[in-house]
């Protein structure tokens, strides 16, 4: 369990995460409990994560991160805005994602241009991450990061923040058919037919079975959820029922308006 030891930026977006180095010498990015999205979305971040890399998914490593209340104390910007009000950031277990490498080294995208967009090694991820993120009803467009490692030509990408998945703290499913999708359709170009989404749907409907799931959940902490484990139990449940409609929901966003694979005839 990474121990937090510095507080390095704050970083873009609703939850007010922080990016934290921690005695591993790794760099994490922190969500806390009292973010103004609710605990819950540790909770989401936690098992969706999990989730999204045993479907072979591009997800950055998830860790429970340890945040003391000294640092707080001695850190001005370890601090939450909450409307006209603000509040210290909450001392205790963390939700932390991973950082890909040392932010003095490694310079992270949250957005490309066309031509390196459709370059990206890895760019059929983003058609198995909508079959997650149908699954999982995620209500966020699908966010992700780019980066380049080792002198490489060509950027990656890593699938991040999975807070909204079972509709943030809701932890229910109102399907809709553009929820889940990458705001820049041209990561989609390559598709032609369900088979694009493939083999992410095969696996879902087969490898995601009770025992996978339960063991995803393991080690979630119980205050991220309230101690509310019959609603945990209850969307475990729920997840392990949706496995077969992914593919009804993949066709509802073909058919939509928007249209985002556009050279699927």
């Known amino acids: ?53 045993r479907l072979g998914l591009p997800t950055p490593p998830a860790a429970l991160v340890e945040v003391r209340e000294s640092l707080i104390e001695h850190t001005e910007d370890l601090i939450i805005e909450l409307g006209r009000s603000r509040a210290r950031c909450r001392a205790g277990l963390q939700f932390g994602s991973r950082y890909p490498g040392s932010p003095a080294e490694t310079v992270v995208y949250d957005f490309l241009p066309d031509a390196p967009l459709r370059e990206v090694t890895n760019v059929a991820d983003f058609c198995g991450m909508l079959v997650f993120d149908k699954w999982t009803c995620n209500t966020n467009g699908r966010q992700a990061i780019f980066f380049r490692t080792g002198g490489e030509a060509c950027y990656q990408a890593q699938m991040i923040d999975q807070g909204f998945c079972f509709n943030a ?35 879902v409907e087969t490898r995601m079975t009770e025992a996978v799931l339960e063991d995803a959940a393991q080690g979630i902490p119980p205050e991220w959820y309230g101690f509310d484990f019959d609603a945990l139990e209850q969307l475990l449940e729920r997840l392990l029922q949706r496995r ?15 249209q985002p694979f556009p050279n699927w005839k």
């Open 244 to 258: 077969k409609r992914v593919r009804e929901l993949i066709l509802s966003a073909w058919k939509s308006s928007a």
């Open 169 to 203: 703290g809701e932890w229910n499913f109102p399907d809709a058919p553009l929820r889940g999708l990458y705001a820049r359709h041209r990561v989609y170009e390559s598709v032609r037919g369900i088979d694009a989404f493939e083999p992410w749907l095969t696996r």
């Open 1 to 53: 369990m990474p121990l937090a030891v510095e507080q390095v930026r704050r970083m873009r977006g609703g939850a007010q995460s922080q990016l934290m180095r921690c005695e591993d010498e790794g760099y994490y990015v922190v969500k806390f409990q009292n973010n103004p999205q609710g605990a819950r979305v540790l909770a989401n971040e936690l098992l969706g994560t999990r989730l999204a890399a």
